[in-house]
Nanobody
Framework: QVQLVESGGGLVQPGGSLTLSCAAS????????MAWYRQAPGKQREVVAT???????DYVDSVKGRFTISRDNAKNMVDLQMNSLKPEDTAVYYC????????WGQGTLVTVSS
Protein backbone atom coordinates (compact mmCIF):
# COMPACT_ATOMS: atom_id res chain seq x y z
CA GLN A 1 0.00 0.00 0.00
CA VAL A 2 1.06 3.58 -0.57
CA GLN A 3 2.94 5.17 2.30
CA LEU A 4 4.26 8.71 2.46
CA VAL A 5 6.31 9.85 5.42
CA GLU A 6 7.31 13.52 5.67
CA SER A 7 10.00 14.87 7.95
CA GLY A 8 12.23 17.87 8.51
CA GLY A 9 9.82 20.53 9.68
CA GLY A 10 10.34 22.78 12.65
CA LEU A 11 10.46 26.31 13.95
CA VAL A 12 12.62 28.71 11.98
CA GLN A 13 13.09 32.46 11.99
CA PRO A 14 12.10 34.57 8.98
CA GLY A 15 14.86 34.39 6.40
CA GLY A 16 15.95 30.97 7.54
CA SER A 17 16.08 27.65 5.72
CA LEU A 18 14.73 24.15 6.10
CA THR A 19 14.86 21.00 4.04
CA LEU A 20 11.87 18.70 4.06
CA SER A 21 12.13 15.05 3.08
CA CYS A 22 9.52 12.53 2.05
CA ALA A 23 10.02 8.78 1.99
CA ALA A 24 7.63 7.04 -0.38
CA SER A 25 6.75 3.39 -0.76
CA UNK A 26 4.09 1.12 -2.19
CA UNK A 27 4.25 2.35 -5.79
CA UNK A 28 6.74 2.66 -8.63
CA UNK A 29 8.16 5.97 -7.46
CA UNK A 30 10.29 6.69 -10.50
CA UNK A 31 7.23 6.59 -12.76
CA UNK A 32 5.26 9.23 -10.91
CA UNK A 33 5.23 12.99 -11.03
CA MET A 34 5.58 14.07 -7.42
CA ALA A 35 4.64 17.21 -5.53
CA TRP A 36 4.84 19.01 -2.25
CA TYR A 37 1.66 20.51 -0.86
CA ARG A 38 0.96 22.69 2.16
CA GLN A 39 -2.02 23.58 4.25
CA ALA A 40 -1.94 26.71 6.34
CA PRO A 41 -4.31 27.19 9.29
CA GLY A 42 -7.79 27.94 8.05
CA LYS A 43 -6.84 27.49 4.38
CA GLN A 44 -7.20 24.80 1.77
CA ARG A 45 -4.33 22.56 0.85
CA GLU A 46 -2.33 23.93 -2.07
CA VAL A 47 0.36 22.55 -4.31
CA VAL A 48 3.70 24.25 -3.73
CA ALA A 49 6.09 22.47 -6.06
CA THR A 50 5.94 19.68 -8.59
CA UNK A 51 8.63 17.51 -10.15
CA UNK A 52 7.87 15.25 -13.07
CA UNK A 53 9.30 11.80 -13.51
CA UNK A 54 11.42 13.34 -16.22
CA UNK A 55 12.88 15.96 -13.93
CA UNK A 56 10.91 19.10 -14.82
CA UNK A 57 10.09 21.28 -11.84
CA ASP A 58 7.41 23.90 -11.35
CA TYR A 59 6.51 26.11 -8.42
CA VAL A 60 3.67 28.23 -7.20
CA ASP A 61 4.54 31.89 -7.73
CA SER A 62 4.82 32.63 -4.01
CA VAL A 63 7.82 30.29 -3.60
CA LYS A 64 9.60 30.68 -6.93
CA GLY A 65 13.26 31.44 -6.43
CA ARG A 66 13.13 30.35 -2.78
CA PHE A 67 12.12 26.67 -2.84
CA THR A 68 13.72 23.79 -4.75
CA ILE A 69 12.19 20.37 -5.21
CA SER A 70 14.37 17.36 -5.91
CA ARG A 71 14.02 13.60 -5.99
CA ASP A 72 16.18 10.53 -5.55
CA ASN A 73 14.60 7.66 -7.44
CA ALA A 74 17.10 5.17 -6.02
CA LYS A 75 15.92 5.99 -2.50
CA ASN A 76 12.26 6.72 -3.33
CA MET A 77 12.56 10.14 -1.76
CA VAL A 78 11.53 13.65 -2.67
CA ASP A 79 12.94 16.71 -0.90
CA LEU A 80 11.96 20.35 -0.65
CA GLN A 81 14.73 22.83 0.06
CA MET A 82 13.19 26.02 1.45
CA ASN A 83 15.21 29.21 1.70
CA SER A 84 14.36 32.78 2.68
CA LEU A 85 11.38 31.54 4.62
CA LYS A 86 8.56 33.94 5.39
CA PRO A 87 5.86 33.84 8.07
CA GLU A 88 3.32 33.12 5.34
CA ASP A 89 5.13 29.85 4.60
CA THR A 90 3.89 28.55 7.95
CA ALA A 91 1.88 25.40 7.22
CA VAL A 92 1.78 21.66 7.42
CA TYR A 93 3.68 20.32 4.42
CA TYR A 94 2.79 17.07 2.66
CA CYS A 95 4.20 15.14 -0.25
CA UNK A 96 2.12 13.12 -2.67
CA UNK A 97 1.89 12.33 -6.33
CA UNK A 98 0.99 15.26 -8.57
CA UNK A 99 -2.32 13.47 -8.99
CA UNK A 100 -2.65 12.63 -5.32
CA UNK A 101 -3.21 9.17 -4.05
CA UNK A 102 -6.13 8.74 -1.71
CA UNK A 103 -3.63 8.30 1.08
CA TRP A 104 -1.76 11.18 2.73
CA GLY A 105 1.04 11.14 5.24
CA GLN A 106 0.94 12.90 8.57
CA GLY A 107 2.72 15.92 7.15
CA THR A 108 5.44 17.96 8.77
CA LEU A 109 4.80 21.30 10.43
CA VAL A 110 6.83 24.32 9.39
CA THR A 111 6.53 27.39 11.58
CA VAL A 112 8.23 30.59 10.50
CA SER A 113 8.26 33.05 13.33
CA SER A 114 10.59 35.31 15.25
Amino acid sequence: QVQLVESGGGLVQPGGSLTLSCAASGFIFSSYDMAWYRQAPGKQREVVATLTSGGSADYVDSVKGRFTISRDNAKNMVDLQMNSLKPEDTAVYYCNARRPFGVWGQGTLVTVSS
